[in-house]
Nanobody, 124 residues
Framework: QVHLVESGGGLVQAGGSLRLSCAAS????????MGWFRQAPGKEREFVAG????????YYADSVKGRFIISRDNAKNTVALQVNSLKPEDTAVYFC?????????????????WGQGTQVTVSS
């Protein structure tokens, strides 16, 4: 069982940055691949970035590649998403999730545990 709580969202101007954090409880955190998803109003939840259980591999959606950076600290049971060069179209609720290895899942149904989300709003 893994309980996830996101933080770090907020209102930022276009071009700005935020650091989203996800704190996990549960002794099995390091066994899971971790992902960040987002959901904008009226749209489906979409994969943004993922990181393998060890942190040795990462994968990004094309729309955020080069702007977002995912990282994890298994000793602290945390995963972070550094979001840079933000655009208005990045506005969404961002969710972290724990998924099943091997590799880095990208599909919603490959993730077993979800946080409640944190709102990111980018103004133009």
């Amino acid at each position: 069982q893994v309980h996830l709580v996101e933080s770090g969202g907020g209102l930022v101007q276009a071009g700005g940055s935020l650091r989203l954090s996800c704190a996990a409880s549960g002794r099995t955190f390091s066994r899971y691949a971790m992902g960040w998803f987002r959901q904008a109003p009226g749209k489906e939840r979409e994969f943004v970035a993922g990181i393998s259980w060890s942190g040795g591999s990462t994968y990004y959606a094309d729309s955020v590649k080069g702007r977002f950076i995912i990282s994890r600290d298994n000793a602290k049971n945390t995963v972070a998403l550094q979001v840079n060069s933000l655009k208005p179209e990045d506005t969404a609720v961002y969710f972290c999730a724990a998924g099943r290895p091997p590799g880095i899942p990208t599909m919603l149904n490959e993730y077993d545990y979800w946080g409640q989300g944190t709102q990111v709003t980018v103004s133009s």
